[in-house]
């Protein structure tokens, strides 16, 4: 079975500072990785993916994550913080090769994150 | 550019009542599913369809039935309604291109049920 750990429920970081939300992750095959976003009363947004080919991957807003198949870790990196990335963060995995459960994905409980002025 | 349309986005229901919460897309994805979001739980999976007609089991389903009778539209009902059940559903939509597919989800904005 796929699942997935964001071990932080909280992280705070001062506006301007680079920010970190990690996320690990356990299939039993080559994992397909998603980043989403939540902002209050919203639906979620995608962010970022890794599928395969460069572990560093770039998605929107200034967001990228590295996968590390040795750690099985998929954190979500930014250089500089602002106010406006506030806001409700999930990582989710899929295994295309799974069966039945390659049809789902399967999301962390999420990590707030909180940036200061 | 409506992408998901979930409607309603609130309902309170009294134990054992039935209703049907409605998710339509725009964007011809075969893929659809209903999500359920509780505090400290995240996302769980209640049912998901890869195209019309063909549906299936999610990590959570007791308690909901859903069908697909077109590409559009994936309605979730409660048959009988329990608080367990309140929450704020999801309802997602992706492109498919079969097992393999690479295709990000795209979210409406939430129903918010309430079982009293």
């Known amino acids: 079975a796929q699942s997935v750990a964001q071990p932080e429920d909280q992280v705070n970081v001062a506006e301007g500072n680079p920010l970190t939300v990690k996320c690990t992750y356990s299939?039993?095959?080559?994992?397909?990785l998603f980043w989403y976003v939540q902002y209050p009363n919203r639906g979620l947004q995608f962010l970022l993916k890794y599928i395969t080919g460069d572990n560093l991957v770039k998605g929107s807003y200034g967001f990228e994550a590295e996968f590390n198949k040795s750690q099985t870790s998929f954190h979500l990196k930014k250089p500089s913080a602002l106010v406006s990335d506030s806001a409700l963060y999930f990582c989710a995995v899929r295994d295309p090769y799974s069966g039945a459960g390659s049809y789902q994905l399967t999301f962390g409980k999420g990590t707030k994150l909180s940036v200061i002025p | 550019n409506a992408g998901v349309t979930q409607t309603p986005k609130f309902q309170v229901l009294k134990t054992g009542q039935s209703m049907t919460l409605q998710c339509a897309q725009d964007?011809?994805?075969?893929?659809m599913s209903w999500y359920r979001q509780d505090p400290g739980m995240g996302l769980r999976l209640i049912h998901y369809?890869?195209?019309?007609?063909?549906?299936d089991q999610g990590e959570v389903p007791n308690g909901y039935n859903v069908s697909r009778s077109t590409t559009e539209d994936f309605p979730l009902r409660l048959l009988s309604a329990a608080p367990s059940q309140t929450s704020v559903y999801f309802c997602?939509?992706?492109?498919?291109?079969?097992?393999?597919?690479?295709?990000?989800?795209?979210f409406g904005e939430g129903s918010r049920l309430t079982v009293l």
């Open positions: 299939v039993s095959g080559n994992p397909y």
């Open positions: 997602a939509s992706s492109s498919w291109t079969g097992q393999t597919n690479t295709g990000e989800l795209f």
């Open positions: 964007m011809n994805h075969e893929y």
């Open positions: 369809s890869v195209g019309a007609g063909i549906t």
